[in-house]
C-alpha cells in the first residue's frame, strides 16, 4: 500500500491518553500519607483482548488522605450546569472497593461513588451535574482510593468522560482529546466493513482548485470540501507501472448547462481548453460503518491529457500519470525550421481565451461549413478549432480546415445541421512559421523554430 495519511475522528471521549495511564496526563494524585499511585503499563490483558491494560497499585488510605490518578477535561465555563458522564473498564486481582469521581479542583462534586471491582472486567458508569455556578479551578476526573481504604491493585483500560447523562460506545483517544487518532493500515488490517470515496482534486494552470467525490454526498476531509456530482466522474481502473513507462486513465465527466465552472459550463470550458494541463490527484477515502473517517490513500497523482471525446453531454479525456513529464525527447528542442511549441501550450505562452472569437451561425449554413461574419481576414482560423455553444451542436469541438471568405469549412460534416442564431466560438489556428509568429500572433520571442536551418538534402 502507498503511504497513508491518517484522519482523527471527532468523538465524544473528553479525555486524552484514554488507555495510557502512566501518561503524565494523568497526575498521581496523592496527600496526607499514603504513596503516590505506580503504575505499570501494557501489562494486562484488555476487555478486547489486547494486552493494552495497566496495572495500578493504590496505597492504603484513611479519612482525610487519598490516592488517586485525576485528569482535567474542558474548562469551568463550559461545564457549569452541565451533565457529565465518566466511564472506565476495572478489574482488581481481588474484590476491592474504589472511587469515582468528577468534580472540579475546588471540591464543587458533581458524582462520587465508590464502585465494587471484581476479578472480571467490567465497564463503571458514574453520571453527575455540575453546580450551575460556584465552580473554581478546573474540571477533573478521579478513581483511587480516597477515605478509608485499603492497598489495591486494579487493572484498567479505556476511560471516557463525555456531555450528557449517557455512556456511548468507547473512543480511544490520545492527544487533544476529542479525537480518535487513526491508524489506517491497523485498521485495514482488522475491520470487517469499509467504505471508500474516491476524492479528486484538479487543480487549474491558473492556480483554481475544484474539488469532486463519488461518493453520494459533499464530504469534508482534512479541511477541504470534496462535491458529490453534477458533474459526475467516473474513471477506468488505475495502472500501476514500474520504471519510466507513464500510467494513464481514462475520466468520464458527465454535465448538463447548468454544472459551471468559473461560469462557464463545464464541457464547454474543456473544449475552450480552461482544463488543459490541469494537475488531478485522486485519493482513496475509506470510512468505517458509521461513515467516520479513518485515512487516505493517494492513488494517481498526474495532469489532464487529450480529450478524446467531447458530446452534449459528457467528455472523455486522457490522464497521464506525472511521470510523462520525465519522457522527453532529446534533446527537447528539435533544430527544424517549423516551431517546436503548440499554439496556447506553456511554452508558447499565448493564452487561449484571449484569441476567442465569439460568433453565430448565419444563414446558408450546412453540416459542411459555417457561414459567418467574422471580419478575420482569409485563412485565419485555418487549422484551428471551434466549440459551439448553443443549439443541437452545443458543447461540441470541431477542427476547422479552412477560413475564407467569412466561411468555415470542415474536414468532416458535423453531427447535427446548424441553425442560424446558433452561437460557437472560434480559435485560430498557426502553420509553425516564424512569419505567422510574428505578424498573426506578435509572439516572435517565444517563437521556437529555427527557419534557417538546411533543407536535409542541401549539398553541402
Request: hydrophobic letters at 40%.
Amino acid at each position: 500500500m502507498k503511504t497513508p495519511t491518517n484522519i482523527d475522528t471527532p468523538v465524544a471521549n473528553q479525555l486524552q491518553f484514554s488507555e495510557q495511564f502512566d501518561n503524565p496526563v494523568w497526575v498521581k494524585d496523592s496527600a496526607n500519607g499514603p504513596p503516590p499511585a505506580t503504575i505499570t503499563p501494557n501489562s494486562q490483558i484488555d476487555p478486547l483482548n489486547g494486552f493494552t491494560a495497566d496495572t495500578i497499585n493504590f496505597g492504603a488510605t484513611s479519612i482525610g488522605n487519598w490516592a488517586l490518578l485525576t485528569q482535567t477535561f474542558l474548562d469551568i465555563a463550559t461545564v457549569a450546569g452541565k451533565t457529565f458522564t465518566f466511564s472506565i473498564w476495572l478489574k482488581a486481582a481481588s474484590s476491592v472497593q474504589i472511587n469515582l469521581c468528577i468534580e472540579d479542583t475546588g471540591g464543587h462534586v458533581a458524582v462520587s461513588t465508590n464502585v465494587n471491582i471484581t476479578t472480571a472486567w467490567n465497564r463503571f458508569i458514574v453520571t453527575g451535574t455540575f453546580p450551575s455556578s460556584g465552580l473554581v479551578g478546573t474540571p477533573i476526573v478521579f478513581f483511587g482510593n480516597d477515605g478509608t481504604m485499603p492497598a489495591s491493585t486494579v487493572y484498567a483500560w479505556g476511560a471516557q468522560v463525555e456531555n450528557g447523562a449517557t455512556a456511548t460506545a468507547y473512543a480511544s483517544t490520545t492527544t487533544p482529546a476529542g479525537v480518535q487518532h487513526n491508524n489506517l493500515v491497523t485498521w485495514l488490517q482488522t475491520t470487517t466493513e469499509i467504505r471508500m470515496a474516491d476524492l479528486y482534486t484538479f487543480t487549474l494552470k491558473s492556480g483554481a482548485v475544484f474539488r469532486y467525490t463519488s461518493w453520494d454526498t459533499n464530504l469534508v476531509v482534512m479541511g477541504n470540501t470534496f462535491l458529490t456530482g453534477p458533474p459526475n466522474i467516473a474513471r477506468s481502473a488505475i495502472e500501476e507501472k514500474l520504471g519510466m513507462d507513464v500510467a494513464t486513465l481514462e475520466l468520464t465527466i458527465e454535465a448538463s448547462l447548468t454544472d459551471t465552472v468559473n461560469g462557464i459550463p463545464v464541457l464547454q470550458a474543456i473544449g475552450r481548453g480552461l482544463v488543459d494541463g490541469a494537475g488531478l490527484r485522486i485519493d482513496r477515502l475509506f470510512m468505517d460503518a458509521g461513515g467516520n473517517q479513518i485515512g487516505t490513500v493517494v492513488r494517481f497523482s498526474g495532469f489532464i491529457g487529450q480529450v478524446e471525446e467531447l458530446t452534449r453531454s459528457a467528455a472523455k479525456i486522457t490522464i497521464n500519470a506525472a511521470t510523462a513529464f520525465l519522457n522527453m525527447q532529446l534533446p527537447a528542442i528539435l533544430l527544424q525550421p517549423g516551431c517546436t511549441n503548440t499554439l496556447f501550450d506553456p511554452r508558447c505562452g499565448l493564452f487561449k481565451a484571449r484569441f476567442a472569437n465569439n460568433l453565430t451561425v448565419q444563414a446558408g449554413s450546412t453540416v459542411n461549413k459555417l457561414i459567418t461574419t467574422s471580419s478575420q481576414p482569409d485563412t485565419y482560423f485555418d487549422n484551428g478549432q471551434l466549440i459551439f455553444t448553443s443549439g443541437a451542436n452545443n458543447g461540441l469541438v470541431k477542427a476547422i480546415r479552412q477560413f475564407i471568405g467569412g466561411v468555415i469549412f470542415f474536414n468532416s460534416p458535423l453531427p447535427f445541421a446548424p441553425n442560424a442564431g446558433d452561437a460557437f466560438t472560434a480559435y485560430p489556428g498557426c502553420d509553425k512559421t516564424q512569419a505567422t509568429c510574428t505578424t498573426k500572433f506578435n509572439n516572435l520571442a517565444n517563437f521556437e523554430g529555427y527557419p534557417y536551418v538546411p533543407a536535409p538534402e542541401t549539398a553541402i
